[in-house]
């Protein structure tokens, strides 16, 4: 039974819904927000899911798509008992329901359930980094050169519960020239958990200490925050826990993010540098236009029509295909221009070589029917 369900905008900026394969994956993953229960859970039930997303679609093998989403971190596939279940990740974090009906089904094994969103995690402002790095590292320069009275006149001030100097978001037991450092940690907190990061005097401290304890020239803010994202990516400890329960240690996360036994996880974090690699690759080169060749006489009786060939035989095939399919794959294509004697059609990506496949028929008798000199219709995937 299909539910009512929130779509944030950010989904669609997010890396791993951006990496899918094609829209039709897309649009198949935001749908099936609309299928699973209360708690992001359904059978896997290739068939029954797709009849339920795509009713039209009978050709479509629902499969290969789970397993796509599985693949990327959008969905957890799981067995239990012999039988398979699939799970929506961060389901509940993202969807607000009245009167949520419990789950009947099991619950996913924590291992995976709890596996943070690398995407999310991966995606670092590079003007951040930039701008607070050189700040981090001459608040740290200039703290060494200060005197052990100016400490102990801080620790006091701690003690007697003062606010620490006004800045953009300041944090208790922190010292204004550190705050950058604070900002990485609650940021990355917050995209992970969902949630503003606790913070205390003690965390204060702690954030005070490590920093103090590092060698200025070795550790800028751009080690410190993978740091803390491998932290974060970790499971060896709840993300959730309070920042002083790790700072002191945060130092051993940078060669990877570690696992349940609490041994580095090489292929989470060949993940992560994968995804960090690909914000940084430059825009590919847009392809040359294509170059039409129209044939003459096919040209001079385009000439002769009061609008382009394709509207006409789109708005002939509005008649006969349900709005649905009609919304998602013929209204998004647009008229080229011909060459020799076809007609070229832009489409999105491609996907949408099943056009053909599907309405090539009823194109050709459209074709016919309006005396059209066409021999057929070629599809250029837009760049």
Avoid at 191 to 213: E, H, I, V
């Amino acid at each position: 039974m299909a539910r009512i369900r929130t779509i944030k905008p950010q989904m669609f900026r997010d890396d791993r819904f951006i990496d899918l394969s094609s829209d039709s994956v897309r649009l198949f993953f935001v749908a099936l927000l609309t299928v699973v229960d209360d708690e992001g859970r359904a059978p896997y039930a290739p068939r029954e899911i797709r009849r339920e997303i795509f009713p039209d679609r009978v050709e479509l093998d629902a499969a290969p798509i789970l397993d796509e989403l599985d693949r990327i971190g959008l969905v957890v596939l799981y067995e239990v008992d012999g039988k398979r279940y699939l799970a929506i990740r961060n389901f509940a974090k993202h969807q607000r329901i009245d009167r949520k009906t419990p789950s009947k089904l099991p619950t996913p094994p924590t291992s995976t359930q709890d596996d943070p969103q690398l995407d999310e995690l991966s995606t670092s402002p590079r003007g951040l980094l930039d701008e607070i790095d050189g700040s981090v590292q001459r608040a740290l320069a200039k703290d060494r050169e200060s005197s052990t009275t100016e400490e102990e006149k801080e620790e006091e001030e701690e003690e007697e519960g003062k606010t620490p100097a006004p800045s953009q978001a300041p944090a208790k037991g922190v010292d204004s020239r550190y705050q950058p450092f604070v900002d990485v940690i609650h940021q990355r907190y917050r995209t992970m958990n969902g949630a503003d990061c606790p913070w205390s005097a003690k965390d204060g401290k702690q954030a005070k200490d490590l920093l103090r304890s590092l060698d200025v020239k070795d550790w800028t803010i751009e080690k410190l925050d993978r740091c803390v994202q491998f932290k974060l990516l970790s499971v060896d400890h709840p993300a959730t826990e309070a920042p002083h329960l790790w700072l002191a240690r945060l130092p051993s996360y940078y060669e990877a993010p570690l696992d349940r036994f609490s041994r580095p996880d090489f292929e989470k974090r060949d993940r992560w540098l994968r995804k960090t690699a690909e914000k940084t690759k430059p825009a590919p080169a847009p392809r040359p236009a294509r170059e039409l060749r129209p044939d003459p006489v096919v040209a001079a009786f385009v000439e002769t029509l009061d609008r382009d060939p394709w509207t006409m035989v789109v708005d002939r095939l509005r008649k006969t295909v349900n709005q649905t399919s009609f919304e998602t794959w013929l209204k998004p294509t647009k008229y080229l221009g011909i060459d020799a004697k076809d007609v070229v059609v832009r489409v999105p990506n491609s996907d949408f070589g099943h056009v053909l496949d599907k309405w090539g028929d009823a194109i050709s008798s459209i074709f016919e029917e309006l005396r059209f000199p066409f021999e057929g219709v070629s599809l250029e995937v837009a760049a």
